[in-house]
């Protein structure tokens, strides 16, 4: 007889509806510090410097979200043993575009930074219309 062990992951998800406007993403980067300053006592040993990252990379997605996207935005954050994972939800079906980096650009430079961070990323079209970006950092 074969036995199956299950292993049991503990994580903390939130979500969070933000408005459509360019303060959206300085709000979400304080919820973002939050959540995982409150979570990590009871999860995993998230450090200074991966806070710094996923709250970077959620100003960028939620600053992206809020400048082409339709109407308002969500961001869900979940945090496990293993990962942070950040996704933000708009209601623009078109992908992101990562445009190529130069010196004289003053804008543009938000996905590449987040694909730097991220451990992975990617873009996922809703049924209905919208889509969702989702970053995942190891920790």
Do not use: W
């Not at 300085?26 to 990590?40: C, D, I, M, V, Y």
């Not at 006592?41 to 991966?50: F, G, I, L, P, T």
């Not at 992908?95 to 010196?103: G, I, Q």
Request: glycine letters at 6%.
């Amino acid at each position: 007889m074969r036995t199956h062990r299950r292993t049991h992951r503990r994580s903390v998800r939130v979500e969070y509806l933000l408005p459509d406007e360019a303060a959206a993403a300085g709000q979400a980067r304080k919820l973002t510090s939050e959540f995982l300053a409150r979570s990590r006592s009871r999860m995993a040993r998230v450090d200074e410097e991966q806070i710094e990252d996923a709250t970077l990379i959620v100003s960028e997605l939620v600053a992206n979200a809020t400048e082409h996207g339709r109407g308002e935005c969500r961001l869900r954050l979940q945090l496990s043993d293993e990962r942070v994972t950040v996704e933000v939800y708009d209601g623009n079906p078109a992908p992101p575009r990562v445009r190529p980096l130069t010196a004289e650009s003053e804008s543009g430079r938000g996905l590449a930074m987040v694909r730097c961070l991220a451990h992975r990323l990617d873009v996922t079209p809703l049924t209905g219309g919208g889509k969702r970006v989702r970053a995942i950092l190891a920790i």
